[in-house]
């Protein structure tokens, strides 16, 4: 049925949906202007513009926990205490070697110590003069670096946000005093009708001659209060034009930006809102947008808005547009409109960029009525009921009678149901989509202007014809899952999907193929590239004999044991899809400068291993970046990809469209069943050996966390260690790889190499003590406009040729930062690195040495270094040069400053492996003629 034409209905307005209401009042919308204010009067305002921290916080290096300061170096042993550096002014004194300070918790460092020892480890000796460290420190033990909490120039409250305690903590820690936020809106409320009385006058007669107190106007009041609106109780107007006629322009000229009435825009012959309203705007050359709303409760509602000139009152009170919201009589239909179109304008005015009602997912507990010609909201009590199963669901009570003037349906609610239009109704136990008007308010998503279709019991959606016959879910699907409509799974999985890649970018802990097999990635590819790595390395290595190596089995084998779709329906899928995933199209073999070897998994040398599984990783997120072959679930499924992430993306997919789709659904989703029973099925590894390898390494997979922690990279980046010596040896260690297919990267002879490298200049039997502090130059990354990947590029790199040459070097990473290219911030930096006090032999700096007018880096380094190196940098520059002729064009420099060695490597993470190759051999002679 057309709703223009619905019987009975006024003739003048036509219908609007919901949606189309909230349209139209959020187009008239706009923040009010930003005033600034004390932080402590700030609670619950909107914020008006970003803030920022302006310096680290903790600003100094701060103890975690009470105890001893010391020198790590020095190891366990008994130590002179000189002094307490208690919290508070800094303490004066230096720990030398065989010296402590007792700290207690947030005391700042002295200067000389870099570790931090509990007294639980400890015992004083000698009447309290000596301590006895009976444990191990490692360096950066127990201390928060500055800007741990907060770093320089982090974002700590975003603008259009409302502004909690917690806020409020934050700002006061980096130093606000006052804050700029969005001006309140000024509401004024009006009451109509001759039966209304005010709460405060009426007595016991007034309610046997016709009178009722006025509800509706104490109750609008305080829910624009509670938005945090200044609010004007513009009292009780009789039925009459000229008196509702001149309690508007009051308002009007009292400085309104919103005026909301109650009563008086229906269609009874002493009902004058509407024709008010159009009076006054045709005065004020505004205009009135609907007069009708397709919803129950709440039908008359009615908006306008009017024109403000500046000529009217008072400058400051000109120049504006007021809102004039007409809401009905009835106090539920009032309370129930002001939720879904008026309290989400004052948040607008306020300044909050998500102003809309939360939606969410619930299970009704009764049968629900459909009205034939409108769609319902519900009034409904939510709790949790964990009798539902994986994990439990919202269930919904309705609260009784939903008559309009029934003000107790309110009571407790805590959501609106939608219930569409329709005949019948919809049974018990179906999932109804439900808008949360009490609580829950820092709930993620956006109420969306669709609203979706409910789900019955059998996970069929309901139609306004009846049921559906085209969409039914799986009968072992749980009727939550089922409650997703397609629309929102297709944004679900290119959410996933998206999101698969950015996280691939930043995957540290996924080097080799035992790692990329554990996590679930895609194995054609792998195979694939896997001997694209050997043909890059001059190796003939057949694809079959690469899929043994991914797979650790013939891939028919591995295909009939793990990913044979486990339902006739998976398996007629995976049948009519499989054309797409039999060959991925890409470049073909390279044409090679070089003859190629043949070979088979069994005489691959272990280094070409390790590069062929570092370029099949590099190659498998470049390739992810292109595909067009898998957009939706099926397809990433039947690709094999990785499950855990996918599951988890496609819960914050649903998050992103509205809905709260619990983890657990969310993994059945992807799995097509419990992830218990399909990782029992189809991915325990299939040999005692690898089930060891799998025991050893699972830790590191439990979960896949997109955030890089630089303290964990000595665990999670190894790769598999090779025992020789020389270039290849230091290659393997690095997991390198050619960057290109058609690279001239081949055999000299017969004999496979990757690169021409120095052997070490030094023995490597004794251990050095190489303390490194890196620095990212980059005005993008210090922005955070992406993540920093070549700082934790070189901590892996440094880690791992540590560890492929058998640990020649003490290694600690001191610290990381990441600055923009300004060249007085680099060297102020550099220059604290190369400080005595801060125990550092080794500055790495990545970033900021090419030839824009940013790249400053060579400058800012050069005036610090005593001593240059202009050696060291020709023989970089020499190697790299020959796997990437633009390597000349990088103007670092390196020397050594006070007994720091600086070195400036440009910023891509590539460019920064290849020189580290030839940079990190001569290292530890380097540290050691330094130290002498």
């Keep these: 049925m057309d709703p223009k034409t619905l019987p009975g209905s006024e003739k003048s307005y036509d219908y609007v949906s919901v949606a189309a209401a909230n349209s139209a009042v959020q187009k008239h919308c706009k923040a009010l202007p930003a005033v600034s204010i004390p932080l402590q009067d700030a609670l619950h305002r909107v914020l008006a513009e970003t803030v920022v921290a302006s310096h680290p916080f903790p600003p100094f290096r ?26 508070g002014p800094a303490c004066g004194f230096t720990v030398t070697t065989g010296t402590a300070a007792y700290i207690t918790t947030g005391g700042a460092l002295p200067e000389g110590a870099d570790a931090v020892v509990g007294v639980e480890q400890t015992q004083l000796l000698e009447e309290g003069k000596k301590v006895l460290i009976s444990v191990e420190i490692r360096p950066g033990a127990e201390i928060r670096p500055i800007g741990a909490d907060i770093p320089q120039d982090e974002v700590v409250v975003e603008a259009g946000q409302r502004i909690g305690a917690s806020d409020i903590g934050i700002l006061a820690t980096i130093g606000k005093k006052t804050v700029r936020v969005h001006q309140t809106p000024e509401v004024w409320v009006i009451s109509t009708g001759n039966e209304l009385k005010d709460e405060t006058q009426v007595v016991a007669s007034d309610f046997r001659d016709g009178q009722i107190c006025d509800c509706n106007r104490p109750m609008l009041i305080a829910a624009a209060r509670a938005e945090g609106a200044n609010v004007t109780d513009g009292g009780i107007v009789t039925d009459s034009e000229a008196g509702l006629l001149q309690a508007l322009r009051s308002a009007i000229t009292g400085g309104a930006d919103v005026i909301v009435t109650s009563g008086g825009v229906s269609m009874g012959d002493r009902d004058y809102v509407k024709p008010v309203f159009e009076s006054l705007s045709s005065s004020f050359g505004g205009a009135v947008h609907f007069g009708r709303v397709l919803m129950k409760p709440g039908k008359p509602f009615t908006f306008a808005t009017l024109h403000i000139p500046v000529q009217l009152h008072a400058p400051s009170m000109g120049g504006r547009t007021v809102l004039l919201f007409g809401l009905p009589g009835n106090p539920v239909s009032a309370l129930v409109t002001s939720q879904l179109i008026c309290l989400p304008a004052l948040r607008t005015l306020s300044g909050l960029v998500s102003p809309m009602l939360r939606r969410v997912w619930v299970t009704t507990e ?36 939903q008559i309009s003037s029934r003000l107790l349906s309110m009571k407790g609610a805590d959501v609106l149901m939608e219930v569409p239009q329709g005949s019948g109704k919809i049974p018990k136990g179906s999932q109804v989509s439900a808008l949360l008007i009490n609580g829950l308010e820092h709930m993620e998503q956006l109420y969306t202007p669709e609203v979706p279709t ?68 895609c194995r054609n590819c792998l195979a694939k590239w896997y001997a694209a790595g050997a043909h890059a390395q001059g190796l003939d290595l057949p694809y079959d004999t690469a899929c043994e190596m991914v797979y650790g089995m013939p891939y028919k084998s591995w295909k009939s044991q793990y990913q044979t779709p486990s339902t006739p329906e998976q398996l007629a899928q995976y049948e009519a899809n499989k054309h797409l995933f039999a060959k991925h199209p890409e470049s073909s073999k390279a044409n090679l400068s070089v003859p190629l070897l043949s070979t088979t998994a069994s005489t691959l040398p272990e280094a070409i291993k390790v590069q062929c599984e570092a370029f099949a990783f590099s190659k498998l997120v470049q390739h992810l970046q292109i595909r067009s072959d898998v957009q939706n679930m ?45 990782k029992s099925q189809y991915q325990t590894p299939s040999t ?22 630089s303290s964990l990279v000595a665990i999670s980046a190894r790769v598999v260690s090779v025992p020789s010596t020389g270039a290849v040896n230091a290659a393997a260690g690095l997991g390198l790889h050619s960057d290109v297919c058609s690279s001239n990267a081949g055999l000299a002879d017969t004999t496979p190499k990757v690169a021409s490298l120095p052997s070490p200049a030094v023995s490597l039997g004794s251990r050095v003590p190489l303390r490194a502090s890196i620095l990212t130059v980059s005005d993008r990354a210090s922005a955070g406009a992406y993540p920093d990947l070549s700082g934790p590029e070189v901590v892996r790199c440094l880690h791992n040729f540590n560890e492929s040459q058998g640990q020649p070097w003490n290694l600690s990473i001191l610290t990381m930062k990441v600055v923009p290219d300004e060249l007085e911030t680099i060297q102020e930096i550099l220059a604290e690195w190369a400080s005595p006090s801060h125990q550092c032999n080794v500055v790495i700096t990545t970033g900021g040495t090419g030839f824009s007018r940013r790249d400053v880096t060579p400058e800012a380094t050069q005036p610090l270094l005593q001593r240059t190196a202009h050696g060291v940098m020709t023989m970089v520059q020499q190697e790299c040069s020959k796997v990437e002729p633009m390597a000349a064009l990088s103007r670092g420099v390196a020397g050594v400053c006070n007994q720091t060695f600086m070195v400036n490597l440009p910023g891509r993470p590539k460019a920064v492996q290849e020189s580290l190759m030839v940079l990190m051999p001569m290292l530890t002679r380097i540290v050691q003629d330094i130290n002498d």
């Excluded at 039947?638 to 809905?659: E, T, V």
């Excluded at 089930?691 to 390494?697: D, H, I, S, T």
């Design 634 to 678: 099926d397809q990433m499924i039947l690709a094999g990809f990785c499950r855990n992430c996918l599951a988890k993306w496609y819960a914050a997919g649903a998050r992103a469209q509205g809905l709260d789709l619990p983890y657990d659904l969310a993994c059945e989703q992807v799995y097509g069943m419990p992830y218990k029973n399909w």
């Design 688 to 709: 005692p050996e690898k089930m060891a390898k799998y025991e050893a390494n699972k830790q590191y997979f439990a979960k896949h966390d997109e955030a890089v922690d």
């Design 62 to 87: 701060a103890s975690i926990k009470d105890g001893y300061a010391i020198r790590a170096a020095d190891g366990p042993g008994i130590r002179k205490i000189i002094g307490n550096a208690w919290a």
């Design 366 to 401: 009764q049968d629900l009525p459909m009205d034939p010609v409108r769609p319902e909201y519900h009034r409904a009590r939510v709790q949790w009921d964990r009798s539902s199963g994986l994990g439990g669901s919202l269930l919904a009570r309705s609260t009784g009678n």
């Design 454 to 521: 409910p789900i019955l019991p059998n996970g069929v959606p309901w139609t306004a014809g009846g049921m559906s016959t085209t969409v039914s879910s799986p009968s072992s699907a749980p009727a939550v899952v089922s409650a997703l409509p397609e629309a929102v799974k297709v944004q679900c999985e290119a959410f996933a999907f998206s999101k698969l890649v950015q996280h691939l970018q930043l995957r540290t802990d996924v080097q080799n193929i035992d790692q990329m097999t554990l996590a679930g990635f």
